[in-house]
């Protein structure tokens, strides 16, 4: 009954930005951590960003510096700011919890496409 649902994805070119959103429900979300993954096409999934209940962030060498995690514990949603976008970004982002477990069942994601 735990329910994730990402948002935002589309297609946009180098150099432009998206926001990415993740609906929770089901969950004590404000206590939990969160995090954003994405897949590439033939590529494992990777985690890019995280986000501890108390805001502490930490995110993969390809993406800081560009993208910001936030989280908004009174909407139940956490968001990935994607700034300066390049086409190695280009994947499908998922959300998922990092604390205290990750959930076996991963949603539909959101595509990102960045194109020129």
């Known amino acids: 009954q735990v329910q994730l649902v990402e948002s935002g994805g589309g297609l946009v070119q180098p150099g432009g930005s998206l926001r990415l959103s993740c609906a929770a429900s089901?969950?004590?979300?404000?206590?939990?951590?969160m995090g954003w993954y994405r897949q590439a096409p033939g590529k494992e999934r990777e985690l890019v960003a995280s986000?501890?209940?108390?805001?502490?962030?930490t995110y993969a060498d390809s993406v800081k510096g560009r993208f910001t995690i936030s989280r908004d514990n009174a909407k139940n949603t956490v968001y990935l700011q994607m700034n300066s976008l390049k086409p190695e970004d280009t994947a499908v982002y998922y959300c998922n919890l990092q604390w205290p477990a990750r959930l076996d069942a991963w949603g539909q994601g959101t595509l990102v496409t960045v194109s020129s």
């Open positions: 089901g969950m004590l979300f404000s206590r939990n951590a």
């Open positions: 986000i501890t209940s108390g805001g502490s962030t």
